[in-house]
């Protein structure tokens, strides 16, 4: 970034002067200063000297002054939005339906607007509307953008509406209220009443009482579709209650917490002993209704030990889930070596996910055969050697189903350069996190992406050094060849000058980009590298050539866009573009 760019006010001032007197654009604006009180006026000397003129202009400073005195919530008006509106049709002489068009003309108006029809278009809607006559296909598409706590009320209108808004996908997202978990009374109460039948999430963590049997007979009937648990007192559950209500449920998280907690109430919060988890397990091998299933340990220096199940029993249980997640979770060897056996064999399992797991003495082999079926593998290579990671890696090479791939704290330094490559560019969806790469490595990479032979449409980089000595050309080639592209790289000191420039003027010639970043992981523009030196009508083709964009509109540790740049975006929204949506702080805004 340049060290004598200047912004704010100042900032303002500077381009304002440049627009006028390089460009010669008369320009005329009025600035009220809250700290002064005083109206301020910025403008060409030409439009200065006949406004000066005008004895409107004291009428103006006044308006301004007593509009902030006033304290009134503005809001506001565009007059090129308002006059761009369709033009009146006939209207109905019965009942006309009347709107500011139809207004007395204001005393003084601007020389087009006196040439304009009298009339903008009448929206005629009926003033009755039998809401009960809605087929249930719309009344459903409505409320599907209601959260519970309106569906609610909803269920209360009529029972035509409560027919429809009883659709369990409705209400995907309905929880157990925080109340319920404060007081055991709430608890019991809120199961008395049909509307907990509507329960799909169930969040086992920080009760203020101790739940036992009975309180989970309260919840055996419920069709769940996940429950978490974790920091809660199990003393009072026996070990079949807990197992038949986590197998009952689609998905299941069980986050293991140290020992020797105490909740509010004094009671030791007890980690999943061993009869809770065999049981869990025998359960879910004999037959289960979980889809997905998340073993984790959040407890310091300590992991969730499944060392002590046998090693079908979890074989079996394993295979029958469809996505898993292991993160610091004890294995032995030989139960990791019959868990792999076993998924090479019978598997329903697509997505795998293994976090911090010790694998030492085992041998890699056993992975070859049990990731040819997986279509998302989200993998962490701490411990592993260079031999480990470079048989690992020509496993992938084989895999042909694997659509998603994660890999996490790797060094992939030593990997044959097309090796990689290939690995990279067959995959769909790759995200390398505190993965170490050489600049060959990645040069590579952004060549091959945009080759006919490439599936690769989402790259995520992390942090990573290595991308600032990629050729700037080949770099933005390569990124806007994606769809998804994590910017991360992009606004942490990473890219140089040439190649943000780059990348955005082969963006604002045609990209393949969706979005700057990914969809968990978005991107706002004024914060990337450099962004401010990108010539304004380059980056205002290169945003309307995405789908959506995050503006935040004020800077971000000295970084922002210029006033011209964002002038060059707004000016491009009356003309073609691809955006569909532009996203702030405050609101997502769709065009």
């Not at 303002?12 to 390089?22: C, F, K, S, Y």
């Not at 600049?439 to 080759?451: A, E, N, R």
């Not at 050539?545 to 210029?562: C, D």
Request: net charge positive; aromatic share 8%; glycine share 4%.
């Amino acid at each position: 970034m340049n060290a004598n760019e200047i912004y704010g006010y100042q900032g303002l001032r500077v381009e304002t002067q440049a627009m006028i007197e390089n460009e010669q654009t008369p320009f005329l604006c009025f600035h009220f200063d809250k700290m002064s009180k005083r109206v301020f006026i910025m403008a060409d000397s030409e439009s200065l000297k006949k406004v000066q003129e005008l004895r409107a202009l004291l009428d103006i400073e006044n308006i301004l002054k007593t509009t902030f005195e006033e304290g009134k919530k503005l809001i506001l008006y565009d007059q090129k939005s308002e006059a761009e509106k369709p033009i009146c049709g006939n209207r109905s002489t019965s009942n006309p339906t009347i709107h500011t068009c139809h207004l007395p003309k204001p005393k003084f108006q601007l020389s087009w607007e006196k040439s304009l029809p009298g009339c903008f278009e009448d929206r005629q809607s009926p003033t009755e509307v039998n809401y009960e006559k809605l087929p249930r296909e719309i009344l459903r598409s409505v409320f599907e953008f209601l959260n519970p706590s309106d569906l609610k009320q909803v269920i209360l209108v009529s029972k035509h509406w409560k027919s429809v808004a009883e659709d369990p996908a409705l209400w995907k997202e309905f929880g157990l209220p925080n109340k319920c978990r404060r007081s055991e009374i709430n608890f019991i109460n809120f199961f008395k009443k049909s509307i907990s039948s509507k329960l799909q999430i169930l969040s086992l963590h920080n009760f203020f009482f101790q739940l036992n049997d009975h309180h989970f007979q309260s919840l055996q009937n419920l069709e769940l579709k996940r429950v978490t648990m974790g920091n809660i007192d199990l003393f009072n559950i026996s070990d079949d209650s807990l197992a038949e209500l986590i197998n009952k449920s689609k998905e299941c998280v069980i986050k293991e917490h140290a020992a020797k907690v105490k909740t509010s109430n004094g009671n030791n919060i007890n980690v999943l002993g061993l009869n809770k988890l065999k049981a869990i397990f025998r359960k879910m091998e004999n037959g289960t209704k979980l889809k997905s299933l998340t073993l984790s340990c959040v407890a310091v220096s300590r992991s969730l030990d499944l060392s002590f199940i046998p090693s079908s029993t979890l074989a079996n249980a394993f295979n029958k889930l469809e996505s898993l997640t292991l993160d610091k979770v004890k294995l032995r060897g030989s139960q990791l070596k019959t868990i792999f056996d076993y998924m090479s064999v019978k598997s329903k399992l697509k997505c795998l996910d293994l976090g911090i797991l010790d694998v030492e003495g085992v041998s890699w082999n056993i992975f070859d055969k049990a990731f040819r079926n997986l279509t998302k593998l989200s993998i962490t290579g701490t411990n592993h050697d260079k031999s480990q990671v470079r048989y690992f890696v020509e496993i992938l090479n084989k895999s042909c189903k694997l659509q998603t791939l994660m890999l996490r704290h790797f060094n992939l330094t030593e990997i044959p350069t097309g090796l990689l490559t290939r690995v990279v560019t067959k995959i769909s969806c790759v995200e390398l996190e505190f993965v170490k790469v050489t600049v060959d490595q990645l040069s590579k990479i952004f060549q091959t992406i945009p080759d006919s032979s490439s599936a690769i449409e989402h790259l995520s980089l992390g942090d990573n050094s290595a991308i600032n000595k990629v050729n700037p050309e080949i770099l933005a080639k390569g990124i806007n060849n994606l769809k998804y592209f994590d910017f991360e790289n992009l606004d942490s000191g990473n890219v140089s000058e040439t190649q943000t420039k780059e990348i955005f003027k082969v963006m604002s010639q045609g990209t393949k980009l969706k979005m700057l970043g990914i969809p968990t992981n978005r991107m706002r523009l004024e914060w990337i590298d450099h962004i401010n030196i990108v010539e304004p009508e380059i980056l205002a083709k290169a945003v309307h050539n995405l789908e959506q964009v995050w503006l935040e509109f004020e800077g971000w540790n000295g970084l922002h866009i210029t006033a011209s740049q964002y002038m060059a975006i707004f000016k491009r929204f009356g003309q073609k573009t691809n955006l569909k949506k532009v996203c702030t702080d405050e609101e997502d805004f769709y065009l």
